[in-house]
Each structure stands twice: as structure tokens, then as C-alpha cells.
């Protein structure tokens, strides 16, 4: 059972734009929802991470945008570089649990 | 500090071989999960480790197998190998804090290539 869903698969933004970047869960138990940049090649890395205690996070030029009613979230890249093309991931987990539920990815191209 | 180190790099193996794969955790981290990725998709959990035992286990069979030595760094076994264990296997690394939102630190993966 798909308990993560990701859209787009993929996305292209020119430079200078938002990318947005949805995920929606299922299991209500889960309450630790991070973000992962994978470039080829590599792991992936933690991006950033959101409690549901809060409605949106915001570092740098990335922020999350959580709504727990509705089970979705949300990365916004603003001011998006070609950089930040990458494959993107959200996921899941409950406190404690340590296992991490991946979304199915979406790879974001930044057109200069 | 080191982070997550993973070996080898690359592996090419044949239907029914046995592969050992290897991870060192990040400095200070105790936990170690592994997670199988194909291709175009996301990770998968395969189980976690934590003091030497698997705590948690996803929904891989038994031919998936794991250990963690008393310094933290684990192996992951797959015995007779599938062409659909053709992945990227990654190590990810946490400290397990019991009133803490763990944060998994990932290595740079193991390609498997099975012929």
C-alpha cells in the first residue's frame, strides 16, 4: 500500500521561479515529514523537515507548507537556480520509528 | 567528521550469487537503516539496526539479511540474487533519541547490478 504519493513526477521551471512540489499521506500516525534532494550519483540529503504542530517552515529559500487536515505538504523552492535541479523526495515517518516512507520522487529541471 | 561511508561503490553480480554490502555510520550516530532504491523511484525500507539487533524490518524476504557490529557499522546480505534486486542500496544513520524526531543522514549507495 502506497502510503506516500508525490506529484509531478517530473518539473521544469525557468530560473529565477517557484517550483512547487506536492506530497500527500495516508496514515495519520505519521508526524515527521522531511524533505530530500538526491543529485545522480549520490544519496540523498536532507533538505528540510517539518513537525505537524506547524503549518509551514521556512529555510533559506525553501519552505514547507503542511496541512494536517487535509494529510498534504508541500516544498516551494523560490527564487529557483539551476542548481536546485535535482530529484526531490518527500517522506514520512512516526516519532521514534526511525523508518522512513518515501514519496515516488520528482525531478525538478531549472532552466537558465 | 566523516559522514555516512558506504562499500563498494559498484557491484555486478549474477543470478543466484550472494552479495555483502558494508556501511559506517556517521560519528556518533548509533542506528543504521538500509534501504533498497530502483530506479526512477523512491527508497525503500529494507530494517534498521540498533545495538547489534534488527529492530524494525520492511517488507523484503528473508533472503535480505543485515548484522551491525559493536562499533556501529552494519553489512546487508541478499542471498540468491534476483535480476529485480538490481538497485541502489543505501545506508542511512541516525542517533536514537527517544523523544526526538530522528533525522537519517544518507551514505552515497551501493549501485547492485545483477546479470
Known amino acids: 500500500q502506497q502510503q506516500v504519493k508525490q506529484s509531478p513526477q517530473s518539473l521544469i521551471v525557468q530560473k529565477g521561479g517557484i517550483s512547487i512540489i506536492n506530497c500527500a499521506y495516508e496514515?495519520?500516525?505519521?508526524?515527521?515529514f522531511p524533505w530530500y534532494q538526491q543529485f545522480p550519483g549520490k544519496g540523498p540529503a536532507l533538505l528540510i523537515a517539518?513537525?505537524?504542530?506547524?503549518s509551514e517552515k521556512k529555510e533559506g529559500r525553501f519552505t514547507i507548507s503542511f496541512n494536517k487536515s487535509a494529510k498534504q505538504f508541500s516544498l516551494h523552492i523560490m527564487d529557483s537556480q539551476p542548481g536546485d535541479s535535482a530529484t526531490y523526495f518527500c517522506?514520512?515517518?512516526?516519532?521514534?520509528?526511525?523508518?522512513?516512507?518515501f514519496g515516488q520522487g520528482t525531478r525538478l529541471t531549472i532552466n537558465p | 567528521d566523516a559522514g555516512v561511508t558506504q562499500s563498494p561503490t559498484h557491484l555486478i553480480k549474477t543470478r543466484g550469487q550472494q552479495v555483502t554490502l558494508r556501511c559506517s555510520p556517521k560519528?556518533?550516530?548509533?542506528?543504521v537503516s538500509w534501504y533498497q532504491q530502483a530506479l526512477g523511484q523512491g527508497p525503500q525500507f529494507i530494517f534498521q539496526?540498533?545495538?547489534?539487533?534488527?529492530?524494525q524490518r520492511g517488507n523484503f524476504p528473508d533472503r535480505f539479511s543485515g548484522h551491525q557490529f559493536p562499533n556501529y557499522s552494519s553489512e546487508l546480505n541478499v542471498n540468491a540474487l534476483l535480476l529485480g534486486d538490481s538497485a541502489l542500496y543505501l545506508c542511512?544513520?541516525?542517533?536514537?533519541?527517544?523523544?526526538?524526531?530522528?533525522?537519517?543522514?544518507f551514505g552515497p549507495g551501493t549501485r547492485l547490478t545483477v546479470l
Open positions: 560519528s556518533g550516530h548509533d542506528t
Open positions: 496514515n495519520t500516525a505519521f508526524d515527521y
Open positions: 542511512a544513520s541516525s542517533l536514537k533519541l527517544r523523544s526526538s524526531y530522528n533525522e537519517q543522514f
Open positions: 517522506a514520512a515517518s512516526r516519532q521514534g520509528a526511525q523508518k522512513l516512507v
Open positions: 539496526y540498533y545495538e547489534e539487533e534488527e529492530r
Open positions: 517539518i513537525r505537524p504542530d506547524v
